[in-house]
């Protein structure tokens, strides 16, 4: 089992930035790729960004390409998600997932935190 714990959302100003954690702890982290998925009130949950258990593939959805970026710490069990230049359609709950896929796949993740609420205000 791999627990998930989300950390760092918040409301934040159009244009503002933010840092998503996630916390890992139970079986080894690193042998995992690592995505981040949001979902919307009244929309479906998306896929945003994943890492390769190295960090050496990265994958980001087109809608944040260029404004957020995903990284890992392995040695700490934490990933991140940096977003940047935040738009009001950015806010929705967002999850860590972790699971022996590819970077682009959006599906068949294991293991699920339980989310962390992004708000930005216009």
């Known amino acids: 089992q791999v627990q998930l714990v989300e950390s760092g959302g918040g409301l934040v100003q159009a244009g503002g930035s933010l840092r998503l954690s996630c916390a890992a702890s139970g079986r080894t982290f690193s042998y995992y790729t690592m995505g981040w998925f949001r979902q919307a009130p009244g929309k479906e949950r998306e896929s945003v960004a994943a890492i390769s258990w190295n960090g050496g593939s990265t994958y980001y959805a087109d809608s944040v390409k260029g404004r957020f970026t995903i990284s890992r710490d392995n040695a700490k069990n934490t990933g991140y998600l940096q977003l940047n230049s935040l738009k009001p359609e950015d806010t929705a709950i967002y999850y860590c997932?972790?699971?022996?896929?590819?970077?682009?796949?959006?599906?068949?993740?294991?293991?699920w935190g339980q989310g962390t609420q992004v708000t930005v205000s216009s």
């Open positions: 997932a972790a699971g022996r896929v590819a970077v682009t796949t959006k599906e068949d993740y294991r293991y």
